[in-house]
């Protein structure tokens, strides 16, 4: 089974700031995803990467297969930005329908 | 992409009834979907995977008598909390994807009473 941490837990920041959000997994993946998560409950998919980075508006994404490494920045942050950021790997790295496991989210606050 | 609607999105009941929710796939057939659970403060959780024509696989711990899956046809999924008591209280979503992209529903915040 895989494990995900995600670092931080909780990050206040001002408005502007760049934003990073880390996060490493235990066992060899094909995907790893971002995601966000708003304070309803919804959740939205940002990214899904295997390796190199990607880049979707002021969100960039970045993986290191070979460190087991992930990490999700936000340039010129803005209060609403502000949400909850999960990382999540296959819980069982075993190819086919696979569903995920999560980091413990890292719930950001960007002040105006 | 892929567009997954989830019904109802909220819920109260009062303990001992049964509540059932429904995962609808739009635009695409989905042969397996993933049900997950998120008590307050705490990291979602895969409950169970949905398979299409088959019996669903639960995860250790998630009592499959309890956690009722149906999934008969490749745009529909349910999950039926049967018997539910106060501590089923949490906020349940279903999603499409894992090895590949992951579309959610809205997710069903569910209060047992």
């Known amino acids: 089974k895989n494990e995900v941490e995600q670092s931080p837990q909780n990050l206040t920041a001002q408005e502007g700031e760049f934003i990073t959000i880390n996060c490493s997994y235990s066992?060899?993946?094909?995907?790893l995803h971002w995601l966000q998560q708003h304070p309803g409950g919804g959740i939205v998919s940002l990214f899904m990467?295997?390796?190199g980075k990607k880049k979707h508006g002021r969100l960039i994404a970045t993986i290191n297969i070979q460190e087991k490494h992930s990490s999700l920045h936000i340039t010129a942050s803005h209060p609403r930005d502000s949400a909850v950021y999960i990382c999540?790997?296959?819980?069982?790295?075993?190819?086919?329908?696979?569903?995920?496991?999560f980091g413990k989210g890292t719930h950001l606050i960007i002040q105006p | 992409g892929a567009v997954v609607s989830q019904h109802p999105s909220w819920v109260i009941c009062k303990s001992g009834t049964s509540v059932k929710i429904e995962c609808r796939s739009l635009?695409?057939?989905?042969?397996?979907m993933f049900w997950y659970r998120q008590f307050p403060k705490q990291s979602l959780m895969l409950m169970a995977t949905?398979?299409?024509?088959?019996?669903?696989?639960?995860e250790q711990g998630v009592e499959k008598d309890k956690f009722l899956i149906n999934h008969a046809s490749l745009t529909l999924s349910t999950l039926t909390v049967t018997s539910a008591h106060p501590e089923d209280s949490s906020f349940y979503i279903c999603?499409?994807?894992?090895?590949?992209?992951?579309?959610f529903g809205q997710g069903t915040r569910l209060t047992v009473v």
């Open positions: 949905s398979n299409e024509g088959s019996k669903a696989t639960y």
């Open positions: 066992v060899g993946i094909s995907a």
């Open positions: 990467l295997s390796s």
């Open positions: 999603s499409e994807g894992g090895n590949t992209e992951a579309f």
């Open positions: 635009d695409f057939q989905a042969t397996t």
């Open positions: 999540a790997a296959p819980k069982y790295s075993g190819g086919g329908a696979d569903g995920l496991t």
